[in-house]
C-alpha cells in the first residue's frame, strides 16, 4: 500500500470517492473547479496495482487554547472504496499525515466523527461542545427586543459580525480564529433569498450587541427556525437574542438555539413554559493531540508553578516522553526531564483535559490518567472550560 498526498489532476478521482461513500447524488460530469478545496491538503491510499482505495482531507485552521493560538488541522472527507474496507487505508493515511502535519507545526488535530470508537483507534478523543435548545417560540413571549434589527447581504460590511463573534469566543477553548474575510467567505456569503439562511445583526441605541444567523427550515406542517450562529458581547445582547428570537411565534412552530456548554439556557430562562423546552447534547467533535510538547506550552498554569506529565502516544511517538511544564505567560516552560512523573496520560485523555473537555474528577475516572502526586495544583490546570465549536469542515 502507498501512502501520498495527491496532485491537482487527482482530486477529481478522490472527490468521487468521497461522494459514492457520503451517497451523492450529483453527476460526476458536474464536478467544477470550486469543488475542490486546494488550500487543503489531499491524502490517499493506493493499492499496489495503483488504484485509490481510500483518501482524507486536512484542512489547516488556527484555534484558541487557554488565550493562546495553536494551529488546528481539520480532518474531513474521511471515505473509503467499499472493496477496500477494512484494508487498513485510514490507518495507513493517519500513520503519515500525522507526522507530516507536527512537522508542519499542528498542535491539535480535529474532526467531525461518524463513529467516536472509530477514531479512538487513531488517537481522537470526545468533546462534547455545545447542547442544543428546542422550543415553541411561545416559550420566549416573555421577552422582547426594541433595538434595530438589520438583515445582512453578500457586499454588506462584515466588521460587527466579525468583533462579536472574537469578543464572544474571546476565553472560548478550540474555537476558530476568524476575520473579515473569513467571515464573508464561510458564514456570510450566501444570498438570504435563495438559502433561506439569513443573517441579522442586532443593534441597541446603534451599538451592535449581538448576531443571529439562523436557516429557514420548511417541515409542514410548521416550519423550523434552526439558528446557526448566535453570539453576543453582553448581557444585553444575550437578551436581544431571546426577544428577536420572540417575533416569530406567526413563522414557526419550532426554534433551536444552539449555546456552548457553559450556557445553560435551562439555568437562566425567566419562562411558564421553562420546562417544555428540550436540550440535547452535541458530542459531534474529536480532538487529538499532534503536538504534546506545544500544547502544554499553551495551556494556562499559575506562574512559576511546576508539574511533570507523562504522555503515552501509541500512533504518534514523537509525542511520547515525560515533561516539567513551569508556568509562564504567554507561553510555559516545557522541557524533557528524567524526573518522575506526577501525572500519566494517554494522548486521547491530554487533548481532553488540555482544551476543558472534562474536569479533573473526571479525568481520574479514565483508565489511561494515572496520579502520583501534585494534585492542588493539576487541579487547578485541569479543569473543565467553556469551548467554542460552530466552524464545520
Known amino acids: 500500500m502507498l501512502i501520498r498526498k495527491l496532485n491537482d489532476e487527482e482530486l477529481k478521482e478522490a472527490l468521487l470517492i468521497a461522494w459514492t461513500c457520503f451517497h451523492n447524488r450529483k453527476d460526476a460530469s458536474s464536478l467544477q473547479p470550486d469543488d475542490f478545496d486546494r488550500a487543503a491538503e489531499q491524502w490517499a491510499a493506493f493499492s499496489e496495482d495503483g488504484v485509490m482505495m481510500g483518501r482524507m482531507q486536512n484542512n489547516h485552521f488556527r484555534a484558541n487554547i487557554d488565550g493562546n493560538i495553536v494551529e488546528n488541522g481539520g480532518i474531513g472527507g474521511v471515505s473509503t472504496l467499499p472493496e477496500y474496507r477494512e484494508s487498513g487505508a485510514i490507518r495507513e493515511i493517519f500513520r503519515e499525515l500525522l507526522p507530516a502535519a507536527r512537522k508542519s507545526g499542528e498542535v491539535i488535530s480535529t474532526l467531525y466523527p461518524f463513529s467516536q470508537a472509530f477514531y479512538r483507534k487513531f488517537g481522537y478523543e470526545t468533546v462534547v461542545h455545545q447542547n442544543v435548545y428546542e422550543m415553541k417560540p411561545e416559550v420566549l413571549s416573555g421577552y422582547h427586543f426594541s433595538g434595530t434589527a438589520a438583515?445582512?447581504?453578500?457586499?454588506?460590511?462584515?466588521?460587527?459580525?466579525?468583533?462579536?463573534?472574537?469578543?464572544f469566543t474571546g476565553k472560548r477553548n478550540l474555537s476558530f480564529v476568524r476575520d473579515d474575510q473569513y467571515m464573508a467567505k464561510e458564514w456570510l456569503h450566501e444570498d438570504p433569498k435563495k438559502s433561506r439562511c439569513f443573517p441579522y445583526l442586532l443593534s441597541i441605541d446603534e451599538k451592535p450587541v449581538a448576531y443571529?444567523?439562523?436557516?429557514?427550515?420548511?417541515?409542514?406542517?410548521q416550519a423550523i427556525l434552526q439558528v446557526d450562529e448566535a453570539a453576543f458581547i453582553n448581557r444585553e445582547g444575550f437578551m436581544a437574542i431571546l426577544g428577536f428570537l420572540a417575533r416569530f411565534s406567526a413563522d414557526y412552530g419550532t426554534i433551536r438555539l444552539p449555546l456552548p456548554t457553559d450556557i445553560d439556557l435551562l439555568s437562566v430562562i425567566q419562562s411558564p413554559k421553562a420546562n417544555d423546552i428540550q436540550k440535547k447534547?452535541?458530542?459531534?467533535?474529536?480532538?487529538r493531540v499532534v503536538n504534546a510538547e506545544k500544547l502544554l506550552q499553551a495551556i494556562e498554569v499559575p506562574e512559576g508553578?511546576?508539574?511533570?506529565?507523562?504522555?503515552?502516544d501509541e500512533l504518534l511517538k514523537e509525542n511520547c516522553g515525560c515533561f516539567r511544564v513551569t508556568g509562564k505567560r504567554p507561553q510555559n516552560i516545557v522541557e524533557t526531564t528524567a524526573e518522575a512523573p506526577d501525572l500519566c496520560v494517554s494522548e486521547k485523555a491530554l487533548g481532553q483535559m488540555a482544551c476543558g473537555a472534562i474536569g479533573w474528577s473526571e479525568a481520574l475516572l479514565r483508565a489511561d490518567v494515572l496520579l502520583f502526586g501534585n494534585e492542588e495544583l493539576l487541579q487547578k490546570v485541569f479543569h473543565r472550560k467553556a469551548i467554542y465549536i460552530m466552524d464545520h469542515f
Open 281 to 287: 447534547p452535541k458530542q459531534d467533535y474529536m480532538i
Open 212 to 221: 443571529v444567523i439562523f436557516t429557514d427550515i420548511y417541515n409542514n406542517p
Open 305 to 312: 508553578k511546576s508539574f511533570v506529565i507523562r504522555v503515552q
Open 151 to 167: 438583515l445582512y447581504r453578500p457586499g454588506d460590511p462584515v466588521t460587527d459580525f466579525t468583533r462579536i463573534y472574537q469578543a
